[in-house]
């Protein structure tokens, strides 16, 4: 399938590629294992200069937009997801202050993301608050040159190991939506610390972590934007951050398939190769009908934003709500052809199994997607004189 | 610091085939690949211009498709790329090839390092460094596992030697061949593979350096191939097990059913 793509996207592929082939298959069985942070495969994703697909050239990135980051987050998945999390985690830290911090935060925060010399991490949600994001307890009072933050973040990826956190808090209680506002906080600003590290089913490879703010003071300068706006800094975030867990998905899915039909050609049962029994082809054709489905999806939707459209809630939702239940379908499936193997931990398609779930709950789960497609269908529906009928 | 770092492009040992008939390599449809040890070379010479900064020029003499091999070691980092290509220098031995090399190098202007990996997959001779050195009249050093910078003149290497290793002071000008102990080759990075891809990477033939058609390609080479042919099965090998007094006396029975003088 050739989808078009320029040669520096081709090459953005050809790089992801290579890096997950080399320096993330291998490993990827121990970093879940163990429960480790991959810092050896994010240092020589820094090196790459993958960090950066996204930002501009005037930060340090490579001056790209949503599909060419969706590509090198798609290669890095197929190989493990716990790693392209991690990864793909720093873009979604590092969107509120591209969109809307300014000029100075840029300078400060953006180069260094750009080079993986820091790691970014988003905060929203806490123990109260997650689909429904007014629940947020975590406050900002403004005290003369400075800001002090109280409450507690949960299951933050990259708590813990990166530098910069974007964090959600609330400066104006009676406000309601209007009343928050997103803040830069950095790791060893006073009276900010990390809690336990998570323990999960699957993407292992990423951290999870509490971040815990007790009378935490940062200067005032490290408030994005306005007050007020952090309702509309964390959805126009996820708007643009959503077509990188699609991304994920296509590349998990694509994994998944990949370890299947290789292992149906070569397992033999009743005499001959079981890739030969209709049972399992159409298992297998089904899988490359919903992934090819939802590479299509991914690659023309970060497209269609990358030429920055005015409203786009509606189709960046489409775009991590299909391909991630994709991922988990198709994961599903790899497991059962593989048997009685691939339940076990000798092959990888179980991790798979057990990370896919995860892409169809964080940053939005699935059915908060569906309530935005829906919302949206309603409203433009509405605003049309014609009828159907 | 100028470095220079000589390349070869080899056929992939992975998808390496023999001909059954002529007991040749089979190179068509094979996959190239850079010989691994010059890899090797090249990440040496970037860890130096990482510490030190250093101007680094990859050459190699080859076909005219020698350019991937090029390409491909300009997206890990190094500065400038240089083919050596004209048919005169089909059929080259080790000799013919350090001739053109060592010519080219020469016309480089000033270069205080050469590296190499220590032999290439295909031939194996681990002859073209040494011989390039001696070629150039410079010191040269073999099988050397970590390279520093003495002072601003001279070099110390470490070399791994079957006995041990051996700790060398060099002047610059000099020559080293390098193990993979010297450190794992980087990736490429995007922004070395855009300018790989667009780079304009001059070729250099015969006339170019000067050099007689005579002394380079197959007329250039003291050596020829003959004839190539795998080597015959050696005898049969056991395995034996069991405690040291069983194993002697196993051993014993073989030799002595082996029929071995003074058994």
């Known amino acids: 399938m050739d989808y078009f793509l320029t040669e520096e996207q081709k090459m953005i592929r050809e790089l992801a590629e290579q890096i997950a082939t080399e320096k993330i298959r291998p490993v990827r069985a121990q970093l879940d294992l163990q429960d480790e942070f991959p810092w050896d495969v994010l240092r020589v994703l820094a090196q790459s200069d993958l960090y950066g697909l ?94 002090i933050l109280n409450g507690t973040k949960q299951w933050i990826t990259n708590g813990g190991e990166a530098e910069i956190y974007s964090v959600l808090a609330i400066t104006d209680r009676a406000k309601g939506p209007r009343g928050a506002s997103f803040f830069i906080v950095e790791k060893g600003d006073p009276g900010f610390a990390f809690g336990k590290k998570e323990k999960k089913l699957g993407i292992r490879a990423s951290a999870t972590r509490e971040l815990v703010f007790q009378d935490c003071r940062i200067p005032r300068d490290r408030l994005v934007a306005r007050e007020g706006m952090g309702f509309i800094i964390a959805m126009k975030t996820f708007d643009k951050s959503r077509p990188g867990i699609g991304a994920l998905g296509v590349g998990l899915a694509q994994g998944a398939m990949d370890i299947a039909v290789e292992y149906a050609r070569k397992r033999e049962q009743f005499g001959k190769p079981i890739i030969n029994f ?63 193997y ?15 779930k995860i892409l169809q709950i964080y940053e939005g789960t699935n059915e908060i997607q569906r309530n935005i497609i829906g919302q949206e269908l309603n409203k433009e529906y509405g605003r049309m004189k014609e009828t159907f009928f | 610091m100028n470095i220079a770092v000589c390349i070869k492009q080899v056929p992939d040992a992975k998808n390496v085939r023999i001909d059954p008939d002529t007991h040749t390599l089979v190179r068509q449809g094979v996959e190239s690949i850079v010989n691994p040890f010059d890899l090797f070379a090249v ?3 970037l860890k130096i211009k990482d510490e030190f900064g250093a101007h680094i020029t990859v050459l190699t003499m080859g076909p005219p498709q020698a350019d991937e091999a090029l390409r491909e070691v300009l997206s890990r980092g190094v500065d400038d790329a240089l083919l050596l290509s004209d048919r005169a220098f089909a059929g080259s031995d080790t000799w013919a090839t350090s001739t053109t090399l060592s010519t080219a190098i020469r016309k480089l202007g000033k270069v205080d390092l050469i590296l190499c990996g220590k032999q290439a997959i295909d031939g194996d001779t681990a002859q073209v460094g040494p011989e390039m050195a001696t070629l150039l009249d410079i010191p040269y050093a073999t099988f050397v596992k970590r390279i520093e910078i003495a002072d ?4 110390k290497v470490t070399r791994q030697t079957d006995e041990g290793m051996e700790i060398w002071k060099l002047p610059m000008p000099a020559l080293i061949t390098v193990i993979k102990e010297v450190g794992e080759p980087r990736l490429p990075s995007l922004r070395h593979k855009m300018r790989a891809k667009k780079a304009q990477i001059p070729v ?23 004839r190539v042919f795998s080597p015959s099965r050696r005898g049969d090998r056991v395995l034996i097990h069991g405690t040291i007094e069983e194993q002697v006396d196993q051993l014993y029975r073989y030799l002595k059913e082996a029929k071995v003088p003074g058994i």
């Open chain 2, 204 to 226: 250099w033939g015969v006339n170019d350096l000067g050099l007689d058609p005579g002394a380079v390609g197959l007329a250039g080479s003291y050596t020829q191939v003959v």
């Open chain 2, 152 to 155: 601003e003149n001279h070099l």
């Open chain 1, 342 to 356: 691939g339940y076990m931990q000798d092959y990888p398609v179980e991790k798979m199994m057990r990370d896919a």
């Open chain 1, 54 to 147: 996204y930002i501009p050239e005037a930060y340090g990135g490579m001056g790209g937009g949503i599909l060419e980051n969706c590509l090198a987050i798609e290669q890095l998945a197929r190989a493990c997801i716990g790693v392209a999390t991690s990864f793909a985690a720093s873009g979604l830290g590092a969107y509120p202050i591209l969109l809307f911090a300014n000029e100075d935060q840029k300078q400060n925060y953006l180069p260094d993301i750009a080079s993986g010399k820091r790691l970014a991490a988003f905060a929203l949600t806490e123990p109260g608050a997650g689909s429904d994001v007014s629940g947020v307890k975590t406050t900002a009072v403004r005290d003369g040159d400075h800001y």
């Open chain 2, 43 to 45: 990440e040496a010479a």
């Open chain 1, 278 to 340: 209709q049972a399992i082809q159409h298992k297998l054709a089904n899988m490359a009908i919903k992934t090819e489905a939802a590479r299509a999806l991914v690659y023309s939707i970060s497209r269609y934003m990358d030429s920055e459209p005015s409203d786009v809630s509606k189709v960046a939702a489409m775009c991590k709500v299909f391909p991630t239940d994709v991922a988990m379908e198709v994961a599903i499936e790899a497991v059962q052809v593989l048997g009685g």
